[in-house]
């Protein structure tokens, strides 16, 4: 909706299809195979997972790149230079784009995360597999198989998931952990092994950029997270500013829990920066104790699952020191 199709043209692209066009239009009216001698690389083998509202606003699409994966995987061509075709070949069902059940959305781990209710990352994977198993084609009729995305996902080596926009980042919404972590941790429960995680900036025309996912969290956190100016913004905005800083450590958290990239460093400056500050403190007390409990609370449950490996014992006691006090205003209502 907001972009010139920049992700159905990576898809086409790695696969070695391009459309055609009908002139007057601008409308595509089908697509072309790309010679291996004019693409000079083997194709890749794409799967997607696309989102609910994807599936309702775009079908043509879906059903646009399920015509292209059935003419890559139909080539006769070496099996090195075409693993669509090979997997055929070996008998494998050629399905390549899921997603969640007609009229449900998202991938399953808001609950998990939200709730604390997991113990370890294949946890996340299973419940991304239970929530993406439907097979969309062109036939538009969504087919419930849980193995085929099995079979999909096992030899995945590489994630990608794109932002169009700068208006946010990926700590702003609980939509990217839930994808990307999501996809990231159910290859890694049925390979045994995370895959690379890519994030893609198409924000601006033309200058597209592919960032590892570690590098792209790490400038969320020095850019918004610890910025000055970020902070002063959400202090503006009283008890829903409060809410953000709350929030914004919630998708942090789930991004480590599900992918496991993010640095200790993070945790400690984002501590520093936000729990360190009398001022910053006080504003929370005064406008929303429940966002700094909840922060507290997040924070100890990332020391004790171990996510932040460097932690010292201070700061363990003066995170239970916070929640004990916040706890004692909030019932004394003086706040």
């Not at 900036?201 to 570690?214: A, H, M, N, P, V």
């Not at 008890?239 to 990239?261: I, N, Q, R």
Request: hydrophobic share 35%; with cysteine.
């Amino acid at each position: 909706m907001r972009n010139g199709g920049e992700d159905i043209c990576q898809i086409l692209y790695l696969l070695g299809v391009q459309p055609i066009w009908d002139g007057p239009s601008r409308r595509v009216i089908d697509l072309e195979i790309i010679p291996l001698s004019v693409l000079d690389r083997p194709r890749v083998d794409v799967t997607l997972r696309i989102s609910g509202m994807f599936r309702d606003a775009f079908p043509q699409l879906v059903k646009l790149t399920s015509e292209a994966i059935n003419l890559i995987s139909n080539l006769n061509e070496n099996d090195e230079f075409n693993p669509l075709a090979a997997a055929l070949k070996n008998g494998d069902p050629i399905n390549r784009i899921f997603g969640s059940a007609p009229g449900s959305y998202g991938a399953g781990l808001q609950e998990l995360i939200s709730n604390s209710n997991w113990e370890n990352i294949d946890d996340f994977g299973e419940s991304f597999l239970n929530w993406s198993k439907w097979i969309y084609s062109d036939n538009l009729e969504p087919i419930e198989d849980k193995k085929s995305l099995r079979n999909a996902l096992k030899n995945v080596q590489l994630v990608v998931h794109n932002q169009d926009n700068r208006e946010h980042d990926i700590l702003d919404s609980d939509d990217y952990y839930q994808f990307q972590g999501g996809l990231s941790s159910a290859v890694k429960k049925l390979s045994g092994k995370l895959p690379e995680m890519y994030h893609g900036d198409l924000s601006k025309f033309g200058l597209s950029k592919i960032s590892k996912l570690q590098d792209e969290i790490n400038k969320v956190v020095i850019s918004r997270i610890l910025n000055p100016k970020w902070i002063n913004g959400m202090k503006d905005n009283g008890y829903k500013g409060a809410f953000e800083f709350s929030a914004t450590l919630d998708y942090l958290y789930a991004y480590d829990a599900s992918t496991e990239v993010v640095s200790d460093w993070c945790y400690e400056e984002v501590y520093k920066s936000w729990l360190c500050d009398r001022d910053l403190k006080n504003f929370f007390l005064e406008n929303n104790p429940w966002a700094l409990r909840d922060i507290a609370q997040r924070f100890l449950e990332i020391v004790n699952r171990k996510m932040w490996n460097n932690c010292s014992s201070e700061v363990i006691k003066n995170l239970k020191n916070i929640i004990i006090n916040t706890d004692s205003i909030i019932e004394k209502n003086e706040f």
